[in-house]
């Protein structure tokens, strides 16, 4: 239905869209806030027919659609509200010292310049076209350029026709959002690698995203690539925890690990439990789950064969035994929950076990002893999330085990599932390579502004010409870190 952008249109949208960054960088923070709370408005009453075609173009039910709707619609406003604030600019100003002969220095944050999107396959709304990535970007100040995910182009479409609806009501360049269509990985490399480009977001595969960052860093100009490419998210199940409470968590982890086909970043593909009897209540009623779980259709075929593959290896692996599998008969074949186990000793040798399978699929760590479960958090990469599962006493006795787990991971959980990601500000989601190309950032809560700003200082500027957030007065209120210390006060 849609055809690949072309080089020259890839050409002529990045000068377009570096026009409008010249003037929209400019704009206040205010108006900026106008702006994504027009988007959410339009977006928050875009009607059934959007979200029908979301249904046919993902599989995924009404349901959570409209309740991704609503997050992104959240996103939005939460974000644009967080601009005006103006925290994130982290203002610091250090007036002149005549006795030390030191200069007057205030720092600032401006945007990069156009920023390049990428839409997630399992998030049509709070991760692609009107998502997180995009509503940081337009907050920072930044032009977005949007390439639509081929498995919802439609759906992508349809919100970028909203978006470019709400950049004309509040009367800014059109330029400041830009929609494109390409299935090719030419368009993706040509958008990278324009010159006019200055920042990359993306949310999905490990490989998509790596070679995004290498396209970002073989440029003559580097420019960070944020990518979000996925983990296999540890529980750690501590005995005495396991053992009482074995019926409710292996209900919480059989929905966790299903929730949704298994098609979450966050989704637990690894549990890792001590093999002394603690477990067995929780793996009896985990198996019972699961064997009653239905397959259901995945989002697309491309990420169905990429599932039943990965799974089929996982399963071929020295050691590896099914566990439960689903026993419900439908007339679907893909998205077929199960879960095996396997020794710690075999998982510390096999690296491919350690990948992660997208799907409704997890595998169970068998450990001899705590040292051997120390020794399986050593072995594992950067995570999005890890869990720990245990009581207080316990988590105390283990602090060591506890240090290697967050040395890993971006947000560490206790006692819960780490399916489910709060928009706020105090989210972390993100983590060590390979979860994400920089664990330093966020790509949900307003915190993810900053992947798309840069600091600057301005020495020895007179008063008036300062930008308003740095000036003596004060006019926008904000709080400044003047001379060492936090204030909202004139100087």
């Known amino acids: 239905m849609f055809k690949d952008t072309t080089p020259e249109e890839i050409d002529k949208?990045?000068?377009?869209?570096?026009?409008?960054?010249?003037?929209?960088?400019?704009?206040?923070?205010?108006?900026?806030?106008?702006?994504?709370?027009?988007?959410?408005?339009?977006?928050?009453?875009?009607?059934?027919?959007?979200?029908?075609?979301?249904?046919?173009?993902?599989?995924?039910?009404?349901?959570?659609?409209?309740?991704?709707?609503?997050?992104?619609?959240?996103?939005?406003?939460?974000?644009?509200?967080?601009?005006?604030?103006?925290?994130?600019?982290?203002?610091?100003?250090?007036?002149?010292?005549?006795?030390?002969?030191?200069?007057?220095?205030?720092?600032?944050?401006?945007?990069?310049?156009?920023?390049?999107?990428?839409g997630s396959s399992n998030f049509p709304f709070a991760y692609s076209t009107a998502g997180g990535d995009t509503a940081c970007a337009l907050a920072a100040g930044c032009p977005v350029i949007v390439k639509a995910h081929p498995a919802h182009a439609k759906t992508s479409q349809m919100v970028a026709d909203i978006i470019s609806k709400a950049v004309e009501k509040v009367k800014l360049p059109k330029a400041v959002f830009t929609h494109l269509h390409g299935i090719s990985f030419d368009v993706s490399k040509a958008l990278v690698m324009h010159p006019l480009t200055k920042a990359v977001g993306f949310t999905g595969s490990l490989s998509g995203g790596k070679q995004l960052f290498d396209w970002g860093n073989q440029r003559e100009e580097p420019i960070p690539v944020f990518s979000e490419m996925g983990s296999t998210n540890p529980v750690f199940l501590l005995p005495g925890k396991i053992k009482s409470d074995a019926e409710e968590i292996a209900r919480q982890y059989a929905g966790s690990i299903t929730n949704g086909v298994g098609q979450f970043c966050t989704k637990p593909g690894l549990i890792i439990a001590i093999d002394d009897g603690s477990v067995d209540g929780f793996k009896e009623i985990l198996k019972e789950k699961i064997e009653n779980t239905a397959a259901q259709k995945m989002l697309h075929a491309g990420i169905a064969k990429a599932f039943a593959q990965k799974k089929e290896k996982a399963l071929q692996q020295k050691g590896v035994s099914v566990m439960a599998a689903t026993t419900v008969e439908t007339d679907i074949s893909e998205g077929q929950p199960a879960v095996a186990t396997v020794s710690a000793k075999e998982f510390i040798k096999n690296q491919l076990l350690r990948d992660e399978v997208f799907g409704p699929f997890s595998l169970i760590i068998l450990c001899k002893d705590f040292k051997e479960m120390a020794d399986v958090a050593s072995v594992l990469k950067g995570q999005l999330t890890a869990t720990i599962i245990g009581n207080e006493e316990e988590v105390k006795q283990h602090r060591d085990l506890c240090d290697k787990i967050e040395n890993i991971c971006g947000r560490f959980i206790l006692n819960g599932v780490p399916t489910g990601v709060t928009v706020c500000t105090a989210m972390q989601h993100g983590g060590p390579f390979p979860a994400t190309t920089d664990s330093r950032f966020t790509s949900v809560g307003s915190d993810g502004i900053s992947r798309f700003v840069r600091p600057i200082a301005f020495q020895n500027w007179p008063n008036k010409l300062l930008p308003e957030e740095l000036q003596n007065e004060n006019p926008l209120h904000f709080w400044r870190t003047v001379n060492g210390k936090m204030t909202k006060d004139a100087i």
């Open 13 to 118: 949208a990045m000068h377009e869209a570096w026009d409008a960054y010249l003037i929209y960088k400019k704009t206040s923070l205010k108006e900026r806030n106008r702006l994504m709370h027009t988007i959410a408005d339009l977006l928050e009453n875009s009607g059934e027919e959007i979200i029908h075609t979301a249904m046919e173009e993902t599989h995924l039910p009404e349901a959570r659609l409209k309740g991704e709707r609503a997050r992104t619609v959240l996103q939005l406003r939460q974000y644009g509200d967080a601009a005006e604030e103006g925290s994130w600019l982290d203002l610091r100003i250090n007036t002149a010292d005549e006795k030390s002969n030191y200069p007057d220095v205030r720092k600032t944050k401006v945007a990069l310049g156009p920023v390049v999107v990428f």
